[in-house]
């Protein structure tokens, strides 16, 4: 079945534009979360839907990032004012539930590399 | 602050042999622990999943310890492929309604013919 898709898989702009990152889950999960991985770190964590809801954001590094979900399966992460420190690649991954006490198995996207000039 | 260490930072080693990625982690409450792989350009795929009450899980050839007591797991790898040069990730889920996750920086092992 499809897995988690993410698009693009490379974004290039410049310092000071807007840019927009989606995310479509595997269908059905319930849950998704955003991810930023620079290079040679491991993932961080950005923004975790439970459902149509942010029901965690306290990764997100600033007011110019923010996400939505507004029908519950595709997501989109949006980027304000690009910094060249945004750079990196920005992972999504879905689980078929977010809650406490399940294994809560996250399949992750490929990622969008986004670069900022 | 919750924290997952991984040694070594990298490792090569020759196709057919075995090898041991290491794991160090500070995250409380504890839920699991889990291992992984990341081909270049691609997103993690889990490898192994472990609870507290777990201390040894196998995948073929990738079996993952767990010692919930001094807070440490090992992934071993058995009998090498060229195709298990990736980046191997580390990371610990806390307990709680979010189970969130930590990540450790990932070890990049390279296997030459």
């Known amino acids: 079945g499809a897995g988690v898709s993410q698009t693009p898989s490379n974004k290039v702009t410049e310092k000071g534009k807007y840019v927009e990152l989606r995310c479509d889950p595997i269908?059905?999960?319930?849950?998704l979360y955003w991810y930023r991985q620079s290079l040679g770190q491991g993932p961080e964590f950005l923004i975790y839907?439970?459902?149509?809801?942010?029901?965690?954001d306290s990764g997100l590094p600033n007011d110019r990032f923010f996400a939505v979900r507004p029908e519950g399966s595709v997501s989109t992460l949006k980027i304000q004012r690009t910094e060249r420190g945004d750079s990196a690649v920005y992972l999504c991954a879905s689980s078929p539930s977010g809650l406490a006490g399940s294994y809560n198995e996250q399949f992750f996207g490929p990622g969008t590399r986004l670069t900022v000039l | 602050k919750n924290q997952v260490e991984q040694s070594p930072q990298s490792l090569i080693i020759l196709e057919g042999k075995n090898c041991t990625l290491q794991c160090n982690y500070t995250v409380s409450p504890f839920s699991n622990l889990r291992w992984y792989k990341q081909d270049t350009g691609r997103g993690p795929v889990s490898l192994t999943i472990?609870?507290?009450?777990?201390n040894t899980k196998s995948n073929g050839r990738y079996t993952a310890t767990l010692d919930a007591d001094t807070k440490q797991s090992s992934l071993h790898i058995t009998a090498s492929q060229l195709s298990d040069s990736a980046s191997y990730i580390c990371?610990?889920?806390?307990?709680?309604?979010?189970?969130?996750?930590?990540f450790g920086k990932g070890i990049t092992l390279s296997v030459r013919p």
């Open positions: 839907f439970q459902g149509t809801g942010a029901a965690d």
């Open positions: 990371v610990v889920s806390e307990a709680g309604a979010n189970s969130k996750l930590t």
């Open positions: 472990m609870t507290f009450s777990e």
């Open positions: 269908s059905g999960h319930t849950a």
